[in-house]
């Protein structure tokens, strides 16, 4: 958790227009991902889904799909939510 919240203040410090956080549903489900074997790993991964995306609320971050970002940006606008 700690690296990710550097990392995004990395991007807020660059005045990025966005972040992308992205991880695989495989990793959700035990033993299916080599990431997740058990679990104690899926919920330590549901933890740090928890602990990042609150923290990125406590910030005023909001989040939007990666398809509708995507759509916003090529058309030359700005994203509708505070961006990272």
């Known amino acids: ?34 990431y997740r074997p058990t679990p104690g790993d899926v919920e330590a991964l549901l933890g740090l889904l928890d602990g990042l995306f609150g923290w990125c609320r406590d910030r005023g971050h909001d989040f939007v799909a990666l398809s509708a970002a995507g759509r916003a940006l090529a058309a030359g606008g700005r994203l509708p939510v505070k961006e990272l």
Do not use: I, K, W, Y
């Open 1 to 34: 958790l700690d690296d990710l919240q550097a990392l995004l203040v990395q991007a807020e410090r660059a005045h990025l227009p966005c972040a992308v956080f992205m991880f695989h549903s495989s990793e959700l489900l035990a033993g299916a991902s080599p």
